[in-house]
């Protein structure tokens, strides 16, 4: 099905093609791991229709990302072998005022797992500048000094440590509750890996803090 299916994700008819990737985002819950072979050639397809002028395609692209990643298990990794992907999804965030849109390219976000900013070469001025507050992410990570940049648990401390400051500064109240959703998000992919992170998420999520018990 996805071999039929991925030629016509790209259709000139966006509607067609909107729906074809929402089938494709379906497919890779079905299919799990699975369908990991595919993922280069899925990865192409969402990369170009994320950054396709038409909303309806680009959002049901976002949408088929998120589901992709997290029942494939294939995280950190599109950040690094797509770098053009954390621009993408950071100029959609500010520039994107639907309130649904913006949630679903954080829940993404969180999904994906922060990059290791050591790995990330990049000028100043074309880094990730987002309402989240990427110096949220900096900050974090020069707390974690001693920790091998290489391992994926550096990763999942780096952007939990950067959702719980979040939920901590009632400066940002705002963004409290997609910074759950981030936290959710990362949990469901990364299961008893984030179990360490217990402790600090229920400390944060208390009654009158950000509304969730």
Known sequence: MLQVLLPKANDTNSRVSANI??????????GGEDVLPNVPELMEVIITTLADPSLQKRD?????????????????????????????????????????????????LGILGALDPYRRKI?????VVTEVSSSLVSS??????????????YYQTVVMNALLNILKDQSLSNHHHRAI?????????????????????????????????
Request: aromatic fraction near 4%; proline fraction near 5%; charged fraction near 20%.
């Open 123 to 127: 000028k100043p001025e074309e880094e």
């Open 21 to 30: 990737l929402m089938c494709l985002g379906e497919l890779s819950c079905v």
């Open 60 to 108: 049901a692209a976002l949408h088929t990302l998120g589901q992709l990643c997290s029942s494939t298990g294939y995280v950190i990794q599109p950040l690094i072998e797509h770098p053009q992907l954390l621009h993408i999804l950071s100029r959609i965030l500010s520039a994107e005022s639907s309130q649904a849109v913006r949630r679903e390219v954080i829940k993404v």
């Open 181 to 213: 959703e981030a936290i959710m998000a990362i949990f469901k992919t990364q299961g008893l890996k984030c179990a360490s992170f217990l402790p600090q998420v229920r400390a944060n999520l208390v009654v009158g803090s950000c509304g969730y018990d």
């Open 140 to 153: 974090a990570s020069t707390n974690l000094k001693g920790v091998p940049t290489a391992s994926d648990d």
